[in-house]
């Protein structure tokens, strides 16, 4: 069994997701077959493969945007098949995108206080008669927005646009936002891609930080350097199919991967 | 110098309801990059709502002052209700269909609502009554009513309260969200078709609060009333970029100045060749020349990529 780095026992061992058997199929295309993995509270967990493995697949259907075809996803212990995306964002799923996806024409700000339209409530009416109720929560999604920034290491330009933010900005804003809908579980899409070192090297911090606070982080990336510092452990996707799982050093010598990565019969 | 004046004040009134209108445009295609050609229709049923609760409580014992917000709040649950259907039944099972679909589905809802307001309150132009005593007023030679002035009085209360709605609350941060990334809004645990009926409904009050506007100023209502006023207030839309609300608000307080100072200096300008009957003329030489010069409008910024 691998050891957990940071958590006690007691949490150790505590799966928070568990995918059995998932399969997704586009038309005659298997996107997914028979996918198994369990994700524990508070592991950082890397999911990687070649292009074309189904990654992003998985992120889909752990999000709702695809339904699943066959097996079961538990998460947080209760089940879930042909949820809409809010059930599960509900649930405690948050994720950011390969292609970074924010609200480009709102400010850095307004994107995160969007992440907390779930865990607010006010509707129209309470808001244009300035309701006491609507005005606190209103101060409160900001000020939880603010913090979110400055955590993120965004807060110098709160009221900026977000399509006028740098790159690794946006990347940042991203996982600021999804941080907004209180997830139990973080999943990012390659968020190192397009990343310069230094800005790798706070990315790596930042997720750190983030795992320390009791949130599960999933990652999906092509840094394999980034991927086998960060994580407690590692599932290799390759045509759909999952072929090895385990702590870095172990999934780094399995000659399956080697052979997917590299090309050839597996030794 | 009053001629100048006059026309002033009628273009703002006019103005005033078309960017009532626009906005309803402009919030649909922003979320949905649909032209909602139905809009126009919308206003009309507010008016002819609006018409049939005050002839209603004429008779009775019911003061003016009640009167009016009662048919007001008629028109506007009316319209609210409308704009649903609308987009529940003709727009909604589309919502992925190739863009000439529901485009096409929007002058077929407009035809139906048309004919179906025509078949109900007939083809006759209907008074709508004067409920209040409309003052005129005399501003610097230039002559201003009462009716006019609260058409200017109320947009600019219902518009700022618009503005407050979309960009100082949740449901308007939800709205743009919606608008600018449906995948991402969807993922931020936005309930995406709650955030369009409720656009849908928001533009419909407008739209009914506008179609009291025009009925109160001209005294007449139409079953038709609603195919030229939707069509300028797209224009306008258009003209102030669409998808951007303050450009609807600027492009219809334009438009309507556009047309007002138009219709009252083209006679003189002509040498009496042509009169203020090629009013409407103004609005649609107005698209053709955004479409030409500036397709994304005055304050929009994207090219509209969508029919």
Same mark, same amino acid.
């Given at each position: ?58 992120? $889909? ?16 212990? $209760? ?31 307004? $994107? +995160? ?59 940042? @804003? ?44 999933? @990652? ?15 599932? +290799? ?24 990565? @590299? ?5 | ?176 969200? !919606? ?34 506007? !025009? #009925? ?10 609603? &195919? ?31 047309? #007002? ?11 009496? &060749? ?9 609005? &649609? ?23």
């Amino acid at each position: 069994m691998p050891q957990n780095r940071t958590l006690c026992m007691t949490q150790a061992d505590n799966p928070l997701l568990q995918l059995l058997g998932i399969h997704k199929h586009f038309g005659g295309l298997l996107a997914l077959t028979d996918v198994t993995l369990s994700i524990r509270q508070g592991e950082i967990y890397g999911l990687i493969g070649p292009n074309g493995a189904g990654k992003t697949t998985l992120f $889909n259907i752990l999000t709702g945007l695809y339904q699943l075809d066959g097996g079961t996803f538990n998460f947080n212990g $209760n089940t879930y098949s042909r949820c809409k995306p809010h059930v599960l964002a509900e649930a405690g799923i948050a994720r950011t995108f390969q292609n970074i996806r924010l609200f480009p024409n709102m400010t850095a700000q307004e $994107n +995160v206080m969007v992440g907390r339209h779930l865990r607010t409530q006010n509707g129209i009416w309470a808001a244009l008669r300035r309701h006491p109720a609507a005005r606190r929560e209103e101060k409160e999604s900001a000020q939880r927005a603010s913090e979110l920034l400055q955590f993120v290491g965004i807060h110098r330009s709160p009221q900026t646009l977000a399509k006028n933010l740098s790159y690794g900005e946006q990347r940042r @804003l991203e996982i600021a936002r999804a941080l907004a809908t209180d997830p139990l579980l973080l999943a990012l899409d390659e968020p190192a891609a397009g990343m310069n070192a230094t800005e790798t090297a706070d990315l790596k911090r930042l997720l750190h930080t983030i795992r320390n606070q009791g949130i599960t982080v999933l @990652l999906i990336e092509h840094d394999v350097k980034l991927i086998m510092d960060l994580c407690d452990r590692i599932a +290799v996707l390759n045509y759909g199919r999952k072929i090895a799982e385990g702590m870095p050093e172990e999934v780094r010598s399995n000659p399956e991967v080697i052979a997917a990565y @590299l090309g050839g019969n597996p030794a | 110098m009053e001629i100048f004046l006059q026309q002033l004040i009628n273009g703002l009134v006019q103005g005033s309801v078309y960017a009532l209108v626009a906005l309803g445009y402009t919030m649909v295609y922003g979320i949905l990059g649909l032209i909602n050609f139905a809009h126009g229709e919308v206003v009309m049923v507010g008016a002819m709502v609006a018409l049939m609760s005050i002839n209603a409580m004429l008779g009775s014992a019911f003061p003016p002052a009640i009167i009016l917000p009662v048919a007001l709040f008629a028109a506007i649950f009316a319209c609210m209700l409308l704009g649903y259907s609308i987009e529940r039944i003709a727009y909604r099972p589309l919502r992925h269909a190739p863009r000439l679909a529901p485009l096409i589905t929007a002058i077929g809802v407009s035809i139906v609502l048309q004919t179906l307001a025509m078949i109900i309150w007939g083809r006759e132009y209907h008074a709508f009554p004067q409920l209040f005593p409309n003052q005129s007023h005399n501003f610097g030679g230039a002559v201003i009513n009462d009716v006019q002035l609260a058409i200017i009085i109320i947009a600019l209360l219902v518009m700022s309260m618009l503005m407050l709605l979309v960009h100082r609350t949740r449901l308007g941060r939800a709205m743009r969200a !919606v608008a600018e990334n449906q995948s991402a809004a969807i993922l931020m645990g936005i309930n995406i078709n709650q955030v369009i009926s409720i656009t849908f409904m928001l533009g419909s009050a407008l739209a009914a609060i506008a179609g009291i506007m !025009v #009925s109160a100023n001209y005294g007449v209502v139409h079953y038709y009333m609603g &195919f030229m006023l939707g069509l300028k207030a797209f224009t306008a839309a258009v003209l102030g970029g669409i998808g951007n609300l303050r450009g609807a608000m600027l492009g219809g307080v334009l438009l309507g100045l556009i047309e #007002s100072l138009g219709a009252g200096y083209i006679g003189t300008l002509t040498g009496g &060749f042509m009169g203020s009957n090629y009013q409407d003329a103004f609005a &649609f030489l107005v698209l053709i020349g955004v479409l030409i010069f500036r397709p994304s409008g005055l304050l929009g910024e994207r090219v509209a990529d969508r029919a």
